[in-house]
């Protein structure tokens, strides 16, 4: 049962991403809004129960998402910021990289981790 739940798991989160990212070369404004709509926070939030049944854990962590959402956005700055500095891809994904884990860190000092 556990096996074939974390199968279940994978593949519909795989789906879903795939089918995201393969639709941003059709549609990158759209896919984009998909993206971030929060499909993959519902997602876990509803496995997670489902697997633990622990409501305590799931406040948590859907306060967790709430705060992360605001800090997760310091990965977009320097493909933002890009229009102008005209880096190539991994310069700015790395950027990118380096804000997020800037973000983590003021995340775990507000949950203490």
Do not use: C
């Not at 059709?26 to 633990?52: C, E, H, V």
């Not at 305590?56 to 310091?74: C, G, H, R, W």
């Amino acid at each position: 049962m556990e096996f074939s739940f974390v199968v279940l798991k994978i593949l519909l989160s795989a789906s879903i991403i795939a089918g995201i990212s393969w639709y941003a070369g059709k549609n990158p404004t759209l896919a984009g809004f998909l993206i971030a709509l929060p499909i993959i926070s519902t997602l876990a939030i509803t496995f997670s129960y489902l697997q633990y049944r622990d409501m305590e854990k799931i406040n948590q962590f859907a306060s967790s998402i709430v705060v992360s959402i605001p800090l997760s956005l310091l990965f977009f700055v320097p493909f933002i910021l890009n229009r102008w500095l005209k880096l190539s891809f991994f310069p700015v994904l790395l950027s990118g990289f380096a804000l997020l884990f800037v973000g983590y860190m003021i995340h775990s000092r507000i949950f203490k981790t």
